[in-house]
């Protein structure tokens, strides 16, 4: 599985990072389909509040799953928006033609 991880105005943590990885080597046993993950995380401005947001896109098969999540705190932000694409997949994997 291919994984590209960009930052926009913030510096990657260690526990993000660790998060993702534990997230990703979960995501490879149980959804075999998905040939890769992009993920985005941006620290943004928005209206009056700086928040922080967090975009993935996963190739499962021949769609293209996307999810993007914002809260006030990126580690928060990062854990919904995966937990976001997990559901998407399992919807994905419910709604797929059997061979």
């Known amino acids: 599985m291919n994984l590209d991880i960009q930052t926009e105005h913030v510096v990657m943590q260690p526990e993000w990072h660790d998060l993702i990885d534990?997230?990703?080597?979960?995501?490879?046993?149980?959804?075999?389909e998905v040939a890769g993950i992009d993920l985005t995380l941006r620290h943004g401005k928005s209206g009056q509040h700086r928040e922080e947001e967090v975009?993935?896109?996963?190739?499962?098969?021949?769609?293209?799953?996307?999810?993007?999540?914002?809260?006030?705190?990126?580690?928060?932000?990062?854990?919904?928006?995966?937990?976001?694409l997990e559901h998407e997949l399992l919807v994905h994997e419910a709604m797929a033609p059997r061979a």
């Open 55 to 84: 975009d993935v896109m996963a190739m499962a098969g021949r769609r293209n799953l996307r999810v993007a999540r914002h809260a006030e705190l990126m580690s928060v932000a990062l854990h919904d928006a995966l937990d976001a």
């Open 22 to 32: 534990v997230w990703v080597a979960r995501c490879a046993r149980f959804h075999p």
